[in-house]
């Protein structure tokens, strides 16, 4: 199982001090937190893609990219690529750009935003946001997979023998996750090509990220990928930990009363009851994070958001040492011991590689098994 953090970029007021870091403050901020994040042995790093303020990670692959060489080990991801408003040709190239920059430790996750002024911005329209997401998606599927594309859809001009440059490192595209937070049309999507899902549950109650996991599911086995239970599962959270329990409560408050994204709404108390956040000790962290598995069964990859909402960088990578130090490794050996033997792991480039290796042996096995043999043509 993959754990990591992911990172919305978010620029917002420390409210326990009135100060705002500046553009440039916050961008190399978050280049910190995912060199802490390999540091402590965490898997994934991954940012979100936003175009608006107060957000700054508008270009995640030139992010990505800087991160890439300086890590060894730490799996790049995006926790938002805008499939509806970004050109399919460009995302293909870019990424595979990104892989070989970083030898394959490259994955990306799908998503339409939750930002409605992205879609003039960029010449579409969001009341077309599903339909866009499904055409663009599956022609970046065939660019991944087909040296010379022909192409004729609603939403771009026609491609003709397009081929898009560089080729996936070792002729394997870049895992795709499919993120979606309400729309049963993208878990249905990542089903139908056997992606993963990844189900950003961060202000939804456990029944409304069951029903979207269950969905899932059920059709990924229909379309033939394997069982329920072997589809590719990632949950998000939020985190903040002190040692003692109290101490955080007492310093998340004001971050979380006065947040972009919840603030002057639902009581903190309310909030951690009803959805994923959790703020208290790290075994407390570590009792929710397992209770995740009761209602979204075995999952893949685990990503945690711990620096919003005005969070100084300090307090944030004291964060990540308390993961790395006390929090994932227990859930790593805890989940570890709840897994059964048929629920598969987080695919990585190595593994997809090793399964396309032999997905061409067999082909050419059964190849030359059809052929007539020597001695049958020879009569």
Known sequence: ????????????????????????????????????????????????????????????????????????????????????????????????????????????????????PVYPWFGKDIRQGIQLAIENYALLHQLWREEAVDWEGRFRTPLQSFTSTPRPLDGVAPFVWHGSIRSPEIAEQAAFYGDGFFHNNIFWPKEHTQRMVELYRERYAHYGHGTPEQAIVGLGGQIFMRRNSQDAVREFRPYFDNAPVYGHGPSLEDFTRETPLTVGSPEQVIEKTLAFRDYAGDYQRQLFLVDHAGLPLKTVLEQIDLLGEEVVPVLREEFAKRRPAGVPSAPTHASLRAAAQAQQTEQAAQAVQGEPQPETAAR
């Open 1 to 116: 199982m993959q754990f990591g953090i992911f990172s919305v970029g978010d620029v917002t007021p420390d409210p326990t001090t009135g100060r705002t870091p500046s553009e440039n403050e916050r961008i190399k901020a978050m280049l910190a937190i995912a060199e802490k994040a390999e540091e402590v042995g965490l898997d994934v790093f991954a940012t979100g893609e936003h175009h608006n303020p107060p957000f700054v990670p508008s270009s995640p692959t030139t992010m990505l990219g800087w991160i890439a060489a300086r890590t060894e080990r730490i799996i790049l991801s995006t926790s938002t690529t805008l499939i509806t408003t970004n050109d399919p040709v460009k995302i293909a190239e870019d990424f595979a750009m990104l892989q070989h920059i970083a030898n394959g430790r490259v994955d990306v996750m799908m998503g339409r935003g939750n930002t409605g």
